[in-house]
């Protein structure tokens, strides 16, 4: 089993900076990709960046030029660094990682976290 914590989110003015982390702990071997999802009241999960083990990012179109997706992986740690925010970003943010639990079996597993809210003021 494994668990993420979630940390970072909080109260910014338009135009502020914050920075997502997330802590994956428990049965790993090796995690495959990392991302980040929002949800805003009303609205469907979105993705907003991922990273994969290979170092591949991807983001979505609302987000490029502005947050940064980056992961530490000898602490099984993602972030999302947040920049120039605006009202529009203010959601609950979700981490999800793909885990690899066994060296010998090569199927993943994937897991979300609890959400931490950033709420963007105008």
């Known amino acids: 089993q494994v668990q993420l914590v979630e940390s970072g989110g909080g109260l910014v003015q338009a135009g502020g900076s914050l920075r997502l982390s997330c802590v994956a702990s428990g049965t790993i071997f090796r995690i495959n990709a990392m991302g980040w999802y929002r949800q805003a009241p009303g609205k469907q999960r979105e993705l907003v960046a991922t990273?994969?083990?290979?170092?591949?990012?991807n983001y979505a179109d609302s987000v490029k030029g502005r947050f940064t997706i980056f992961r530490d992986s000898a602490k099984n740690t993602v972030y999302l660094q947040m920049n120039s925010l605006k009202p529009e970003d203010t959601a609950v943010y979700y981490c999800?990682?793909?885990?690899?639990?066994?060296?010998?079996?090569?199927?993943?597993?994937?897991?979300w976290g609890q959400g931490t809210q950033v709420t963007v003021s105008s």
């Open positions: 990273v994969t083990s290979g170092g591949s990012t």
């Open positions: 999800n990682v793909e885990v690899r639990s066994s060296s010998l079996l090569a199927n993943t597993v994937g897991y």
